[in-house]
């Protein structure tokens, strides 16, 4: 009778100390059980991402031209860093079933590295998003101009700080409008009730972006900053995550304070990759194959 929160949590527990104690790779299926009729079990992974899990596309051909055609047509360099955050896309779908918090980060480190190479760090004070809470600790301490502009200028040196923000600005100002406008369809699978028997997957809700998240820049960068927070407190502190903190909300939209859902933020990865593609390349015709 736990919640979904501590059933994810308690098998992969048992899964942790299984492998410690085996010196091997152990896995307990994630999974939950709706309110059937019958008992049945339900992967996680249809909710942290149910965009993902539906049947190809009916345009898969044209799709994979476009794409081969394009990556083809890129210079060497470009191939590298649109690679390596093409790399960071693949795995995170490879592991968000079994470890959202690993796919998680790989996707804010494919976007992290879009940003470093075709971002520009901040350079005005005002653009970074802390600068005012800043200001007010100078203010309160009764600092002279000439300390407030030196402390200004070190934190604008800091390394991390400046490549959280160049995440951020990158992001939520490289995306195009037509962006919110991308569907993101709910694909769900699994058995009959009746019969137990596993249905093909079947689109519960026809979805866009701007079912979830709202067109506001501003808010779009507060929440990257957000996303950024939660990978670093991942990468550095090993901290657990809920996994309702990367399903989409139950309610829509959802707020800037929070960090970014799975999905939205696989769907900005992806579009930036494309972005990055088409506008580093010269297509090159394909051999007949």
């Known amino acids: 009778e736990a919640n979904i929160h501590a059933r994810h949590r308690l098998g992969a527990d048992i899964a942790c100390l299984m492998s410690l104690a085996l010196e091997r790779r152990v896995v307990v299926p994630n999974d939950f059980t709706p309110p059937f009729g019958k008992l049945t079990f339900l992967p996680v992974s249809q909710i942290v991402d149910q965009s993902i899990l539906g049947p190809l596309p009916t345009d898969a051909k044209r799709r994979l031209n476009t794409y081969l055609s394009a990556v083809a047509g890129l210079f060497p360099e470009d191939q590298k860093f649109i690679g390596d955050a093409s790399s960071a896309y693949h795995g995170a779908l490879l592991v968000f079933d079994r470890e959202p918090r690993a796919a998680y980060t790989l996707l804010v480190a494919g976007i992290e590295v879009l940003s470093r190479r075709y971002g520009s760090p901040p350079t005005d004070w005002t653009e970074w998003e802390e600068s005012s809470a800043w200001d007010a600790i100078f203010a309160l301490q009764g ?18 700080l400046k490549l959280g923000a160049t995440f951020q600005n990158y992001a939520s100002s490289r995306l195009s409008d037509d962006f919110w406008n991308k569907p993101l369809d709910q694909w769900i699978s699994g058995p009959d009730p009746n019969t137990g028997q596993w249905l093909p997957p079947w689109n519960v809700k026809s979805c866009r972006i701007s079912d979830f998240l709202t067109f506001d820049r501003n808010g779009l960068r507060k929440s990257l900053g957000k996303s950024y927070g939660l990978r670093s407190s991942v990468v550095h502190d090993a901290d657990w995550v809920e996994l309702m903190t990367f399903a989409p909300p139950p309610a829509p939209p959802f707020k800037s304070s929070r960090p970014l859902p799975f999905p939205i933020l696989r769907a900005i990865l992806a579009e930036l990759i ?5 506008s580093h390349s010269t297509p090159v015709s394909l051999p007949n194959f």
Do not use: N, V
């Open 274 to 278: 494309w972005l990055e593609i088409s």
């Open 143 to 160: 600092l002279t101009k000439e300390q407030a502009s030196a402390i200004r200028h070190k934190l604008m040196q800091d390394k991390q």
